[in-house]
């Protein structure tokens, strides 16, 4: 029996991707009218290559923009950038359709759930919070509770330990097939691709299950509950 679903956050909760786009144009904008001498198209290369370099979530790419292009960080065009960034953030931080209705069914079932996230501690609660998630979920891994990240075995472990559930009676929900799958399957996990939310144009995912909506998860856990009882 299903007793624990872990989720994936980034593209499979939020749409992080489309959120962190319109974050990053609002920001580029705002400091181009602060007096940023660079092009829209100019500015979006610079931020690309530093997040290539530093990861997705390096909290100071505005700051190494300016300093890169001109050894030096102006303030005025930092802080406008960082306002904008931080307040189109906001308004583009939405759960993906029927979210809140699927989390709601699974708590009614009596499941637990859980996050297991390659993201920063302080980022990920920040994103859970605003969206009202963070007192929905029994438990929350992430990088910093292991040190390791997705598919190492580690943050799927301690989110089993956490849940003090087995990996027969866990689902992991995810949309990054090679850290999400392979991760979760290693340990047992049954497995769920998220495809609503990929972004590598994933064909094979070698997952359980594939997902076009979040709220197909409902018909899984039934499928694998029916299952259980025939066995």
């Given amino acids: 029996m299903i007793k624990a679903v872990i989720f994936d956050l980034d593209n499979t909760l939020v749409d992080f991707m489309s959120m962190k786009q319109q974050a990053i144009t609002a920001a580029i904008n705002s400091m181009i009218d602060a007096g940023l001498k660079l092009s829209q198209t100019e500015a979006q290369e610079h931020i690309d290559t530093i997040y290539k370099e530093r990861g997705i979530e390096f909290q100071n790419v505005f700051d190494q923009l300016l300093y890169n292009v001109f050894q030096k960080v102006d303030y005025k065009i930092l802080s406008a950038g960082i306002i904008a960034y931080r307040r189109a953030r906001e308004a583009a931080l939405v759960p993906y359709p029927h979210v809140n209705m699927t989390l709601v069914a699974l708590l009614k079932k009596g499941i637990k759930l859980a996050v297991v996230s390659d993201a920063p501690g302080r980022e990920a609660w920040l994103r859970l919070c605003y969206l009202n998630f963070h007192q929905i979920f029994d438990t929350v891994v ?34 990054w097939a090679e850290r999400d799958v392979v991760g979760a399957a290693n340990v047992g996990i049954t497995t769920v691709f998220a495809r609503y939310g990929d972004t590598f144009g994933t064909v094979q995912s070698h997952a359980d299950y594939d997902i076009n909506d979040v709220s197909e998860l409902l018909e899984v856990v ?3 509950n029916d299952l259980a009882q025939r066995r």
């Fill in 142 to 175: 992430t990088f910093e509770d292991t040190g390791e990240r997705k598919p190492s075995e580690a943050p799927f472990r301690k989110a089993l330990e956490l849940l003090r559930v087995r990996p027969n009676e866990t689902l992991m929900v995810g949309d």
């Fill in 222 to 224: 039934d499928k694998e």
